[in-house]
């Protein structure tokens, strides 16, 4: 006879808010394993069960009882709150069971029923703040360097997430939200609106709506999850918002479209909005380099090697993408360009530039080597991602390689002879981008 396991996330803790497959899971288990609060939690669902109760730290512990009760032939339901998912039992289970040489094809059989978790439970409880991109941090070190989550906090308090703290503080750990707090009072108002919700939807419930500078003086435990809100979030009757982004396009929640904007239709800022206004600085800038338009703007060479080739209106420059599997192509064909300055970024932030021929170029393995008598420069292929041609109309003609996040590894210009770019050349050049360029705007 084979067993089964089920993996339950029975909510936040009420019945009334455990899932219809929740209960029945359960029911239809021979034996029940949790934390012993969990086991309480439940306990109206357990007659005639086994049940094993767990301490909180043998985690593992209730894995490997999973798994030795459903050899047995017995069917398991190993219980967690929320959902079992989020920080909860199911990634040590599956690593417990692969680990014992279990895979999804054996005959014991697996099965995860989801669960509300925390942060929608308690924001339920608080009023709609997590109606805009929100992301969850554990502030848990016990298995996390804090390292590692204090550049979690500062990430996401810089790209204006609502931040739900999983794990926010225990009788031993209690700096980390003093920390948490430190963190992002650099990049939010302190008057951020903060929701602390303890218990939700059990015996001790208990809510506060504060500052982001109050939060860490406010009571928090164990059993605490905190809401802390984007820049747009408010509080408004005692209820904590995240305005879902409306105001951007309407006149109001039910009105007509704001001039420029249309329903259905991503905003005049969405991405092609964004692309397009950067296109007009640079046509309303003319001089700008490829690298100071992107120190203007705060992102990499690549995003403005995107914009510029989303349109043909940035005045000066024009750019257009290879075509990921001509990469290569395009160093060969730069083979006829006669002599070409090569500039290379070194991650510290050195720039090489150097005067070469493309023959001298040798390609080994993953890596790009120029040799000549003065230098040898060896550029590591496997790091470029795409590349791009872009022009500024008499000033400069060439390729540029990039890597996944959009920095340059490296550029190849053409050189002028004489102060001119010769007639030739320049043909060449054109007639590798006509060929290689995914959507050509170049004329
Ligand atoms: C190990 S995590 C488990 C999360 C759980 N699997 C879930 O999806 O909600 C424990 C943390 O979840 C949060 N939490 C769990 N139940 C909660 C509740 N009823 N009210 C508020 N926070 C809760 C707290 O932040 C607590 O420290």
Redesign the pocket.
């Known amino acids: 006879m084979s067993g089964k396991i089920y993996l339950v996330?029975f909510g936040?803790?009420a019945e009334e808010h455990m899932s219809y497959k929740a209960k029945s899971a359960i029911a239809e288990s021979d034996v029940v394993i949790g934390y012993t609060t969990y086991i309480k939690l439940v306990k109206d669902l357990l007659e005639g069960k086994e049940v094993v109760r767990k301490g909180m730290t043998e985690e593992i512990d209730r894995c490997i009882e999973a798994y030795e009760q459903a050899k047995l032939g017995k069917t398991v339901s190993l219980i967690?709150?929320?959902?079992?998912g989020?920080?909860?039992m199911a990634g040590p289970t599956y690593e417990v069971l692969l680990q014992a040489g279990w895979t999804p094809e054996h005959e014991i059989k697996v099965e995860i029923v989801p669960?509300s978790?925390?942060?929608s439970?308690?924001a339920s409880l608080v009023g709609a703040p997590l109606t805009h991109d929100f992301c969850s941090i554990?502030l848990?070190d016990l298995l996390t360097p804090w390292t590692v989550i204090a550049k979690r906090i500062e990430a996401a308090g810089q790209a204006d997430f609502v931040v739900a703290?999983?794990?926010?503080k225990s009788g031993r750990r209690t700096q980390q939200i003093v920390e948490a707090q430190k963190i992002l009072l650099r990049h939010r108002r302190p008057d951020t609106p903060v929701a602390i919700?303890?218990?939700?939807?059990?015996r001790r419930q208990d809510i506060q709506l504060v500052r982001l500078d109050e939060m860490s003086d406010c009571d928090i435990g164990?059993?605490?999850?905190v809401l802390i809100g984007n820049s747009s979030t408010f509080i408004k009757a005692g209820l904590m918002i995240t305005p879902r982004g409306y105001a951007n396009k309407y006149n109001s929640l039910t009105g007509d479209a704001k001039a420029g904007e249309k329903a259905g239709v991503s905003l005049t800022m969405g991405l092609e909005g964004w692309y397009a206004c950067l296109r007009q600085y640079v046509q309303d800038n003319d001089g700008l380099t490829l690298e100071k338009i992107a120190t203007y703007f705060s992102v990499p060479v690549g995003e403005v090697l995107n914009a510029i080739a989303a349109g043909n209106d940035a005045g000066e420059h024009k750019a257009a993408l290879i075509a990921a599997d001509k990469l290569s192509e395009v160093v060969t064909a730069c083979q006829s360009w006669g002599r070409l300055r090569g500039i290379v970024r070194a991650e510290a932030g050195a720039v090489s530039e150097l005067f070469l021929q493309a023959e001298d170029f040798v390609q080994r393995g993953d890596w790009l080597n120029i040799e000549t008598d003065a230098f040898h420069c060896h550029i590591n292929w496997s790091k470029v991602e795409s590349a791009y041609f872009a022009c500024r109309e008499s000033k400069s003609y060439g390729v540029n390689f990039v890597d996944a996040a959009g920095h340059l590894v490296f550029r190849l210009l053409l050189t002028k002879d004489d102060g001119e770019f010769s007639a030739e050349k320049l043909a060449s050049y054109q007639a590798t981008w006509l060929a290689l360029a995914e959507v050509s705007n170049h004329d």
């Open positions: 996330g936040p803790g967690s709150s929320g959902d079992i989020v920080y909860g669960g978790t925390a942060l439970a308690c554990s848990s703290l999983y794990n926010p919700v303890k218990s939700a939807y059990r164990m059993l605490t999850t």
